[in-house]
Antibody, heavy 118, light 107 residues
Framework: QVQLVQSGAEVRRPGASVKVSCKAS????????MHWVRQAPGQGPEWLGS????????TYAQDFQGRVTMTRDTSTNTFYLELGGLRSDDTAVYYC???????????WGQGTLVTVST | EIVLTQSPGTLSLSPGERATLSCRAS???????FAWYQQKPGQAPRLLIY???LRATGIPDRFSGSGSGTDFTLTISRLEPEDFAVYYC????????FGGGTKVEIK
């Protein structure tokens, strides 16, 4: 069965960076794009961008251009999200989510809480 | 960027009642790129409906989606206890955006 298992919670100071991982299993890794979505407390989800696992090419949401980097490791079937220049309003649960069809997200990781605080 | 506005913010209903949730887009959306998700506390969103009206795998037929252009609707024909949750709409056109959510709570 499809599983996306994310790394554990992180705490960072403002200005620092964080790297979250998402290990995929149960399907052909290079077949489906992976998206990253975050959700601040009490808010709706917010899209950060996506990566093509086959070519490694990325598409980032405009609001995160220059701060976000998405990569993948085909040897371990793992995706990575790195976000730099952290601010307090980056505090959120970060999810990886597999895309199928017309940009629908059919399988999600369990989420990684990133807390940015002094 | 297309903004999705969901209404109402909160819907208070009893089990067995019908729920009608609305999502309005700031610009026309291709129905092929429109979806609905359900989210329960402490869980990731779960895909319910894609292409505006198609049910995802394992979703019961009491959930139905309709609409086109700028106005979309999610209907739950008879609420079951497990349906009380927050629902989000989502679209893709150059970027992917979500609505602010509708909470369906027990009356």
């Amino acid at each position: 069965q499809v599983q996306l298992v994310q790394s554990g919670a992180e705490v960072r100071r403002p200005g620092a960076s964080v790297k979250v991982s998402c290990k995929a299993s149960g399907y052909a890794f290079t077949t489906y794009y992976m998206h990253w979505v975050r959700q601040a407390p009490g808010q709706g989800p917010e899209w950060l961008g996506s990566i093509d696992p086959s070519a490694g090419t990325t598409t980032y949401a405009q609001d995160f251009q220059g701060r976000v980097t998405m990569t993948r490791d085909t040897s371990t079937n793992t995706f990575y999200l790195e976000l730099g220049g952290l601010r307090s309003d980056d505090t959120a649960v970060y999810y990886c989510a597999r895309r199928f069809g017309g940009y629908y997200l059919d399988f999600w990781g369990q989420g990684t809480l990133v807390t940015v605080s002094t | 960027e297309i903004v999705l506005t969901q209404s109402p913010g909160t819907l208070s209903l009893s089990p067995g009642e019908r729920a009608t949730l609305s999502c309005r887009a700031s610009q026309s959306v291709d129905s092929s790129y429109f979806a609905w998700y359900q989210q329960k506390p402490g869980q990731a969103p779960r895909l319910l409906i894609y292409s505006a009206f198609l049910r995802a795998t394992g979703i019961p037929d009491r959930f139905s989606g309709s609409g086109s252009g700028t106005d979309f609707t999610l209907t739950i024909s008879r609420l079951e206890p497990e349906d009380f949750a927050v629902y989000y709409c989502q679209q893709y056109r150059s970027s992917l955006t979500f609505g602010g959510g509708t909470k369906v709570e027990i009356k």
